[in-house]
């Protein structure tokens, strides 16, 4: 998955449009647009303040690993992989119901 990718993933999860992600940042939705489509790169500030803003670490956004999962609730997991099954499957994550539960 690429960093646009991430990005994206972990703003769907959030349920937030870029406009959402941009204001918690601190900058323009255009920056954030080009940062998901792998356009453009943030800065070192900005990297900080999106990891932050998203609730994940930079290093999963600059190298994939830590995953969306990393100091994040059972339930922004579901959501990341509803958003990650959404965009594969070409829907929007309300659709997607998934069930959860663990063997003792």
Same mark, same amino acid.
């Given at each position: 998955? %690429?960093?646009?990718? !991430? $990005? !994206? @993933?972990? !703003?769907? %999860?959030?349920?937030? #449009? ?5 204001? /918690? @940042?601190?900058? #323009? ?15 070192? /500030? =900005?990297? *900080?303040? &999106?990891? =932050?803003?998203?609730? $994940?670490?930079? !290093?999963? &956004? ?6 969306? #999962? ?7 997991? &579901? =959501? #990341?992989? +509803? /958003?990650?099954? *959404?965009? $594969? ?8 119901? &998934? +069930?959860? %539960?663990?063997?003792?």
């Amino acid at each position: 998955m %690429s960093f646009g990718a !991430r $990005v !994206r @993933v972990s !703003r769907q %999860s959030r349920d937030w #449009s870029q406009t959402d992600l941009a204001n /918690a @940042v601190g900058t #323009s939705q255009t920056c954030i647009h080009n940062w998901e489509n792998d356009n453009t790169y943030p800065r070192p /500030a =900005n990297m *900080a303040a &999106l990891a =932050n803003a998203l609730g $994940v670490t930079q !290093r999963f &956004l600059e190298e994939g690993e830590g995953g969306v #999962s990393m100091g994040v609730t059972v339930e922004e997991v &579901l =959501n #990341s992989a +509803k /958003a990650e099954l *959404a965009r $594969v499957l070409h829907t929007t994550a309300d659709r997607i119901e &998934l +069930k959860f %539960s663990m063997a003792s």
